[in-house]
C-alpha cells in the first residue's frame, strides 16, 4: 500500500504537469499567430511613383508597395515583362493611375482575376491629349491629386477593413497639405500677367488648368515638331519675353536645346514623376512662377 500512495500522486502531478506544458503552448501558439497578423502588409502595386508616394502616405505601416515604371522610363510605352507580370497578379490591390496609361491592364487581370483594382482618374474631369486619347498626367493638379488619395483610401478600405480608420486619419492629414499648397498657388499665380509657359512635352495640362495659364508644348502629339509650327512658338516666346523651356528627365532634351539657343532661353528640368509628390510640386511651382515675366 505504500507503495501504491507514492505513486498515485506523482502520477498526478506529471499529468499536471503535461497539461499546463501544453496550456502554455497553445497560449505561445496563439500570440504567435496574433502577432504575425499584426505584422501581416497589404500588398499594393501600383503605376508610378507619384501614386506609390500616395499609397505610402495613407497606408503608412500597413502597406508593402511594388511600382510598375520604373525611375527614368517612360510611361506611355512603358510595358511590364511577364515575369513582372507574374509578380504584380500576387498583388492584393493594384492602385491604377487610369486615363489610359496602363494600355497592358487587360493582361494584368487576366493573370489575376480577384484582383482588386482602384482606377484614381474616377471622378476626375479629363482633359484631351489628343484626338483619340485623354491626357493620363492627372496627377499634377492638387485638385486631383486630393481625389486620388481619397480612391486611395477606399480601396485600401475595402481590402483591410478593419483598419479604414487609420487610412482615413492618413488620407485627412494629407489632404490638407494638399488644399494648404493649392491655395498658396493660387496666390501666387493670380499676381502673373503673363500666364504663358513653354514646355518640351505637355505634362502639364491640369496644372495649368488649375491656375489659369497657357502651356505651350514644343512636342504635337507626342512627336518633335515641324518648323513652321517652331517658328510660330519662337516668334510668340520672343514677343512675350519667354526665356525658360521646361524638359523632363524621360525625354531627349536636344530637340529643345536647339530651339532654346534660337529664343535665347535656358533649360529647366523639372520632373512630372519625381517621388516626393509635395516637395516636387512646390518646387515645380516654384520654377514655373519663376519663369513668367
Excluded at 495613407?58 to 522610363?73: D, I, L, N
Excluded at 497657357?214 to 513652321?228: A, D, I, S
Aim: charged share 25%; with cysteine.
Amino acid at each position: 500500500m505504500k507503495d501504491t500512495f507514492i505513486f498515485v500522486p506523482l502520477f498526478i502531478l506529471l499529468m499536471v504537469a503535461v497539461a499546463f506544458s501544453g496550456c502554455i503552448s497553445q497560449d505561445e501558439s496563439s500570440i504567435s499567430s496574433q502577432s504575425g497578423n499584426a505584422s501581416h502588409k497589404i500588398n499594393v502595386a501600383t503605376t508610378i511613383s507619384p501614386l506609390e508616394h500616395f499609397v505610402r502616405i495613407v497606408g503608412g505601416e500597413k502597406v508593402s508597395v511594388t511600382v510598375v515604371v520604373p525611375p527614368g522610363a517612360e510611361p506611355h510605352t512603358f510595358e511590364p515583362t511577364p515575369s513582372l507580370m507574374m509578380d504584380l497578379s500576387k498583388a492584393d490591390l493594384y492602385i491604377m493611375n487610369g486615363a489610359g496609361l496602363e494600355f497592358w491592364m487587360d493582361k494584368l487581370l487576366g493573370a489575376n482575376k480577384k484582383l482588386v483594382v482602384v482606377d484614381t482618374s474616377q471622378g476626375i474631369s479629363l482633359q484631351a491629349e489628343s484626338e483619340d486619347e485623354m491626357d493620363p498626367h492627372i496627377w499634377l493638379s492638387l485638385r486631383n491629386a486630393a481625389l486620388q488619395v481619397q480612391s486611395i483610401c477606399r480601396g485600401l478600405s475595402e481590402v483591410d477593413p478593419q483598419n479604414k480608420d487609420y487610412y482615413a486619419k492618413n488620407r485627412d492629414d494629407y489632404m490638407q497639405k494638399l488644399k494648404a499648397l493649392d491655395e498658396e498657388l493660387n496666390r501666387t499665380f493670380a499676381g502673373k500677367k503673363n500666364k504663358t509657359f513653354i514646355v518640351h512635352h505637355p505634362a502639364w495640362t491640369y496644372f495649368a488648368r488649375d491656375y489659369e495659364l497657357l502651356q505651350v508644348p514644343l512636342m504635337e502629339n507626342e512627336k518633335e515638331p515641324g518648323p513652321k509650327y517652331l517658328g510660330e512658338v519662337i516668334e510668340m516666346a520672343k514677343k512675350d519675353n519667354i526665356t525658360t523651356i521646361f524638359v523632363e528627365p524621360e525625354f531627349n532634351p536636344k530637340s529643345a536645346e536647339v530651339i532654346a539657343g534660337e529664343m535665347n532661353a535656358q533649360i529647366v528640368v523639372i520632373d512630372p514623376l519625381a517621388a516626393d509628390y509635395l516637395d516636387n510640386m512646390i518646387n515645380a511651382s516654384r520654377e514655373i512662377a519663376l519663369s513668367l515675366p
